[in-house]
């Protein structure tokens, strides 16, 4: 492994510093006096200004001098496309830097320490294999004061070895999902740009990620997963958030059948955890079984449980995979959206968990055959073409603009729906056809910050739809070391702003 290391200081200040330095070279305490004896008063002149003060390259008065030293030294860390920054800066004070492929072919990503400190640590990360990059590195408040490193990254394990073939131009710089190359519980992010897998991370060991174990990117800019009972959180470089293991047993939730510990979707909002578990009825394959939430804290403290059983009036007869919940999706107003794939049926449930009436459904949408047991939503399907219905829907979930999207799996397509819980209306406005004529279990239906809407089915093809329903970009996931992507990525996520 080649390590790569700093280019030193590279500081830009010229001309005399006097000992109350204010970026200018100008003494910040104008005294006019010329006398040349020894004075022993403590300087009884009232001044306005503080003598320890400078004025940035910004223009602000900073508190803090200009660098007298200023060093960068970045090492690699134990995954290829990772590494550490350490900062030296004298007087201590706020740093930043900066890190872009020598090459340009990358965005030019930033970081940032806060800290009143001499020594910073700051990471890179989002690197493409086998890439030079180059790293500037500043005070906050002394932009024009820089020093210089150059990294290269090497090849990550041969397992993980993937791309993105892309054809146009996306609105998004990255998207994550799952690595299927391997049955590994392993996420990965790709530059939609150059296609080049940016990060990876093993989430859980011995674990897998596919259709029933689910790994999602939450708005705290970390990665969250579930496989084997076990769920785990890591930050960008890899380091736990949170690890919860055996949490299945925590909650006495049942490991046997097909869909057993946890299963099918993860969600964090606001700090509170969201999973799905099985609860059977009767035993065997084909047991009677309803699917259940349970939310939780950061500790694996159990915060509230919804029971389909006790919150749905069951009709008479009701048996086998009753409901079968493929989505947890909650807003930012902390309500909850699930899929029921069985019932070809969406419902939201009052979210406020500290409430008595948490769990109570507020609304249902129906697909094709669905099922609601209460206030259902009336569809409008004039606008788009196609089937007047939806069928085994995955990937609910609410756009930017309030707008409910999912992926309507039996006829290969995403869609978007307003929606008027006032009136019960619901509006569907636009259809964006996957590759694929017809979609099989799990699938994305996401939307970019620009409002572009991302759909696939589970397989080796993301497409992309500009707001005008044109497709403004494409790729397909290739593993290196042969192999198509099976079962393929379950769910992408456009992650603007990462």
């Given at each position: 492994m080649r390590l790569a290391f700093l280019s030193l200081l590279a500081l830009t200040a010229c001309g005399s510093k006097d000992d109350d330095p204010t970026g200018d070279d100008a003494p910040s305490d104008a005294d006019t006096d010329t006398d040349t004896d020894a004075d022993t008063d403590a300087d009884t002149d009232v001044d306005t200004d503080t003598d320890t003060d400078a004025t940035g390259d910004t223009g602000s008065i900073t508190g803090f001098g200009e660098p007298t030293l200023l060093e960068v030294a970045c090492t690699p860390t134990d995954n290829a496309l990772r590494f550490e920054c350490t900062v030296d800066v004298e007087p201590a004070q706020p740093v930043e830097l900066s890190f872009v492929r020598s090459d340009g072919l990358?965005?030019?990503?930033?970081?940032?320490?806060?800290?009143?400190?001499?020594?910073?640590?700051?990471?890179?990360?989002?690197?493409?294999?086998?890439?030079?990059?180059?790293?500037?590195?500043?005070?906050?408040?002394?932009?024009?004061?820089?020093?210089?490193?150059?990294?290269?990254?090497?090849?990550?394990?041969?397992?993980?070895?993937?791309?993105?073939?892309?054809?146009?131009?996306?609105?998004?710089?990255?998207?994550?999902?799952?690595?299927?190359?391997?049955?590994?519980?392993?996420?990965?992010?790709?530059?939609?740009?150059?296609?080049?897998?940016?990060?990876?991370?093993?989430?859980?060991?011995?674990?897998?990620?596919?259709?029933?174990?689910?790994v999602s990117f939450t708005e705290d800019h970390t990665v969250l997963g579930e496989s084997e009972g076990t769920v785990a959180e890591v930050d960008l470089m890899g380091v736990d958030v949170?690890?919860?293991?055996?949490?299945?047993?925590?909650?006495?939730?049942?490991?046997?059948?097909?869909?057993?510990?946890?299963?099918?979707?993860?969600?964090?909002?606001?700090?509170?955890?969201?999973?799905?578990?099985?609860?059977?009825?009767?035993?065997?394959?084909?047991?009677?079984?309803?699917?259940?939430?349970?939310l939780f804290d950061a500790t694996g403290t159990e915060l509230a449980r919804w029971r389909a059983f006790d919150q749905l009036p069951m009709p008479s007869g009701w048996g086998g995979d009753f409901l079968h919940t493929n989505t947890v999706f909650v807003d930012d107003a902390g309500d909850i959206y699930l899929s029921w794939l069985s019932l070809n049926t969406v419902v939201k449930l009052?979210?406020?968990?500290?409430?008595?009436?948490?769990?109570?459904?507020?609304?249902?949408?129906?697909?094709?055959?669905?099922?609601?047991?209460?206030?259902?939503?009336?569809?409008?399907?004039?606008?788009?073409?196609?089937?007047?219905?939806?069928?085994?829907?995955?990937?609910?979930?609410?756009?930017?603009?309030?707008?409910?999207?999912?992926?309507?799996?039996?006829?290969?397509?995403?869609?978007?729906?307003?929606?008027d819980?006032?009136?019960?209306?619901?509006?569907?406005?636009?259809?964006?056809?996957?590759?694929?004529?017809?979609?099989?279990?799990?699938?994305?239906?996401?939307?970019?910050?620009?409002?572009?809407?991302?759909?696939?089915?589970?397989?080796?093809?993301v497409r992309e739809y500009d707001t005008a329903g044109t497709m403004a970009w494409e790729a397909e996931a290739v593993c290196i070391n042969g192999g198509p992507f099976t079962p393929g990525a379950s769910r992408w996520y456009p992650l603007d702003g990462w």
């Open positions: 990358s965005v030019t990503r930033t970081a940032a320490s806060a800290d009143l400190s001499a020594e910073h640590t700051l990471p890179l990360y989002f690197m493409a294999p086998l890439k030079d990059y180059d790293v500037v590195v500043w005070a906050t408040e002394w932009p024009d004061t820089t020093a210089t490193a150059s990294v290269a990254t090497t090849l990550p394990p041969g397992v993980v070895a993937s791309y993105l073939d892309v054809t146009g131009t996306s609105s998004t710089d990255l998207m994550g999902t799952h690595l299927s190359c391997t049955s590994d519980a392993i996420a990965v992010v790709y530059d939609t740009h150059t296609g080049d897998m940016v990060w990876y991370q093993q989430l859980v060991a011995n674990g897998m990620l596919g259709y029933n174990d689910m949170m690890r919860l293991v055996n949490l299945d047993d925590t909650f006495g939730v049942t490991a046997g059948g097909p869909f057993g510990n946890f299963h099918h979707d993860i969600m964090k909002r606001n700090g509170v955890y969201y999973i799905i578990y099985r609860e059977e009825f009767s035993g065997g394959f084909n047991a009677d079984v309803l699917d259940n939430l349970v009052d979210g406020d968990w500290t409430s008595a009436s948490f769990g109570t459904p507020q609304w249902y949408l129906l697909g094709n055959g669905g099922a609601g047991f209460g206030d259902t939503l009336t569809i409008d399907w004039s606008l788009v073409g196609g089937s007047d219905s939806f069928i085994d829907q995955h990937s609910v979930n609410l756009r930017d603009d309030g707008k409910l999207q999912l992926l309507d799996n039996l006829h290969g397509r995403g869609l978007v729906i307003e929606l819980e006032t009136a019960l209306t619901a509006t569907v406005e636009a259809e964006h056809p996957t590759r694929q004529g017809s979609c099989g279990p799990q699938g994305t239906a996401r939307t970019t910050a620009a409002g572009h809407a991302v759909v696939g089915c589970s397989g080796d093809w």
